[in-house]
């Protein structure tokens, strides 16, 4: 599998838990803070349920927790895809 991408990750927390109305998703979100993107953690343990049913893989709960930033959060699920590879 190719790198999983800012885009498939906004659709996911797009499903998952909704969007900010303030909040382009669609801007470089990259480096933006979860919670400044309207985000906690309860959606992102949704979004890496929804990652880890549809690619077979486990991502580190609380490498989750610590992670703050869309950038830093698929760096997780791209190295977690590596291994499965």
Same mark, same amino acid.
């Given at each position: 599998? *190719? &790198? @999983? ?6 659709? #996911? ?10 909040? =382009? ?6 480096? *933006? &803070? @979860? ?6 953690? #309860? ?10 049913? =549809?690619?077979?893989?486990t991502i580190d709960e609380d490498a989750?927790a610590e992670a703050e930033t869309p ?15």
């Amino acid at each position: 599998m *190719t &790198a @999983f991408t800012i885009t498939q990750l906004t659709g #996911l927390l797009r499903e998952a838990a909704g969007e900010d109305d303030t909040v =382009d998703l669609d801007g470089d979100v990259l480096d *933006t &803070a @979860f919670a400044d993107l309207g985000y906690d953690s #309860l959606a992102l343990l949704q979004t890496t349920g929804c990652i880890e049913r =549809d690619h077979g893989v486990t991502i580190d709960e609380d490498a989750v927790a610590e992670a703050e930033t869309p950038r830093q959060y698929l760096a997780l699920v791209n190295e977690a895809l590596s291994v499965k590879n």
